[in-house]
């Protein structure tokens, strides 16, 4: 166990439409990481938060975004949904942003039908 | 952008035997990270070489890095059904740390 929790397990919606995946980061963490992993692309970086600000942007899209809270936790957003975002989506989290070890949460695993 | 090769893409090794996964990447190494995978699970930590010629162990996996050929090794010694699962290599953009950049990952596969 990893200490990063995400939830939820799995998430099955349609297309067109938008949901919400959760992620609390390690005790301690400052940085959460967004991954997307497909058969297709890989394990792919999204977009990592510091302490509540934006940091790093990577391959995502548009129609994506994300946010981290006060608490620490983190939030990403998928709208308008299409089949190829069915995914895992991974968040990481890590102390501090500079060269530190990333600790992965379970997943979440989304269909989009 | 980095790109990481990972070799073999899939391997099938009888247990008991010892085997090497390679990470080549195509610009300078500046530090480099060992996940393993479960199918369809998080990625654990193994371990995270960020000098030329630094050697971690950890059990009985071995990772090593050579900064010269851009090249990371890990090494597993008498293998068991424990290691079966995807090994991913990655790296920090630029040698901070934002989001890694990782391989395709290996897929071991340890047959009694």
Known sequence: DSGVTQTPKHLI????????????????DL????????????LQFLIQYYNGEERAKGNILERFSA????????????????LGDSALYFCASSVDWNTDTQYFGPGTRLTVL | SQELEQSPQSLIVQEGKNLTINCTSSKTLYGLYWYKQKYGEGLIFLMMLQKGGEEKSHEKITAKLDEKKQQSSLHITASQPSHAGIYLCGVARWG?????????GTHLIIQP
């Open chain 1, 13 to 28: 919606t349609a297309t067109g439409q938008r949901v919400t995946l959760r992620c609390s980061p390690r005790s301690g």
């Open chain 1, 31 to 42: 940085s959460v990481y967004w991954y997307q992993q497909s058969l297709d692309q890989g």
């Open chain 1, 67 to 82: 946010q981290q809270f006060p608490d620490l936790h983190s939030e990403l957003n998928l709208s308008s949904l299409e």
């Open chain 2, 96 to 104: 901070g740390a934002d989001g890694l950049t990782f391989g395709k």
